[in-house]
Every structure is written in structure tokens, then in C-alpha cells.
């Protein structure tokens, strides 16, 4: 027989560990989930709980994925090689331009040598021999009335002593005119 005082002592602290555990369960969520064991002295020890790991199988995910890339791969290629055709297409047209420029460079200079060839072709050695025989003051008169190109040409073919005489006798602004224009096709760079 079970003595009465005895489970009475013994009915509060069983009462006060179940609510403990049940404390405890409310508590910590992942407590309740583990079952309580109790061990016996003598008993093999516990053993670690096992955990699970979720291991996903291999889905058509990998094999969706090569196939977009193996889909799109040849538009990609194609894609690459239209912008790539764009840019050389640039590329020619620039070049183009350039060529273009420098074969107007080109014209122009070759326009320009030709007016200075011109211009030099107008002043004949007679009409140079003439001028060259003139009094100063007479020449500078006479030259002042002709073309200015043309007398330049005519100045620039002269001896440099005769002419600077004879632009000495000049008017000041026909003399800066004809000095500027002589400098000018003298330059062997291009004149603008």
C-alpha cells in the first residue's frame, strides 16, 4: 500500500514540474518540439538528435537555363556581329570623310599654286626690263595705276634695291597693299 502523506508530499512537485515543462514548451517553440527522455544512471549516453537536411533534387532549372543560353546564343552572335558591321560601318564612313577633306585640302592647294604660278607667269621679263629701267618716281606712278597682282609680280621680279625704291615713292596704302600681296605669294605655307 502507498502511504498517504507520502504521495501528497510527492503531488506538488510533480505538479510543479509539469508546469514547468509546460512553461517551457510555451516558451521556446523548438523545445516542445524535442521529446524528453529521461536518463537512468547505467543507461548509454544520449545521442545527438539527428538533423535533417533539405536536399532539394535536381530540378529542370539547370537545364532550362542552357537551353535559354543555348537558344539565344546564335540572336546574341548574330546581335554582335550587326553592331560590330555598324561600327565598321562608322569607322568607313569617317574615313571617307577624312579622304574627302584632304582630297579638297588637296584641290585647294593645287588652286593655289596655280594662282601663285599665275600670278608670277603675268610679270614677262620684257615688262620687268622695262620698269627696271624707269626712273624711281616714274615707275612708282605707273604701278600704281596697274593691277595690284599684277604689279607685285612685276616688283617681285625687280632687283630688291630698284624696288624698294620705287615702293618708297608710293603712296603709303598702295605700297602696303602691293608689300602685302608680294608677302603673301612669297609665303611657302598656305596662305589662309
Not at 500500500?1 to 505538479?15: F, V
Not at 539527428?50 to 533534387?57: K, S
Given at each position: 500500500?502507498?502511504?498517504?502523506?507520502?504521495?501528497?508530499?510527492?503531488?506538488?512537485?510533480?505538479?510543479l514540474a509539469?508546469?514547468?515543462?509546460?512553461?517551457?514548451?510555451?516558451?521556446?517553440?523548438?523545445?516542445?518540439?524535442?521529446?524528453?527522455?529521461?536518463?537512468?544512471?547505467?543507461?548509454?549516453?544520449?545521442?545527438?538528435?539527428?538533423?535533417?537536411?533539405?536536399?532539394?533534387?535536381?530540378?529542370?532549372?539547370?537545364?532550362?537555363?542552357?537551353?535559354?543560353?543555348?537558344?539565344?546564343?546564335?540572336?546574341?552572335?548574330?546581335?554582335?556581329?550587326?553592331?560590330?558591321?555598324?561600327?565598321?560601318?562608322?569607322?568607313q564612313a569617317?574615313?571617307?570623310?577624312?579622304?574627302?577633306?584632304?582630297?579638297?585640302?588637296?584641290?585647294?592647294?593645287?588652286?593655289?599654286?596655280?594662282?601663285?604660278?599665275?600670278?608670277?607667269?603675268?610679270?614677262?621679263?620684257?615688262?620687268?626690263?622695262?620698269?627696271?629701267?624707269?626712273?624711281?618716281?616714274?615707275?612708282?606712278?605707273?604701278?600704281?595705276?596697274?593691277?595690284?597682282?599684277?604689279?607685285?609680280?612685276?616688283?617681285?621680279?625687280?632687283?630688291?634695291?630698284?624696288?624698294?625704291?620705287?615702293?618708297?615713292?608710293?603712296?603709303?596704302?598702295?605700297?602696303?597693299?602691293?608689300?602685302?600681296?608680294?608677302?603673301?605669294?612669297?609665303?611657302?605655307?598656305?596662305?589662309?
Open positions: 500500500m502507498t502511504d498517504p502523506l507520502r504521495s501528497a508530499c510527492h503531488r506538488p512537485a510533480s505538479l509539469l508546469a514547468f515543462a509546460a512553461t517551457l514548451a510555451l516558451a521556446t517553440p523548438s523545445l516542445a518540439a524535442e521529446t524528453v527522455r529521461q536518463v537512468l544512471p547505467g543507461a548509454p549516453a544520449a545521442t545527438a538528435p539527428n538533423t535533417l537536411v533539405r536536399v532539394m533534387p535536381p530540378t529542370g532549372d539547370e537545364s532550362e537555363v542552357e537551353r535559354f543560353c543555348s537558344n539565344i546564343a546564335d540572336a546574341a552572335r548574330d546581335r554582335r556581329y550587326a553592331l560590330q558591321a555598324a561600327e565598321l560601318k562608322q569607322l569617317d574615313v571617307d570623310a577624312r579622304i574627302k577633306a584632304l582630297d579638297e585640302k588637296k584641290t585647294e592647294y593645287e588652286t593655289w599654286l596655280k594662282r601663285r604660278e599665275v600670278f608670277l607667269a603675268r610679270a614677262q621679263d620684257g615688262v620687268v626690263k622695262i620698269y627696271a629701267g624707269m626712273k624711281p618716281d616714274a615707275a612708282a606712278e605707273r604701278l600704281a595705276i596697274v593691277n595690284s597682282d599684277l604689279a607685285a609680280a612685276i616688283l617681285m621680279k625687280l632687283d630688291p634695291r630698284k624696288a624698294s625704291v620705287i615702293l618708297n615713292e608710293m603712296d603709303g596704302k598702295a605700297a602696303a597693299m602691293l608689300t602685302g600681296i608680294m608677302a603673301s605669294a612669297a609665303r611657302r605655307v598656305d596662305p589662309s
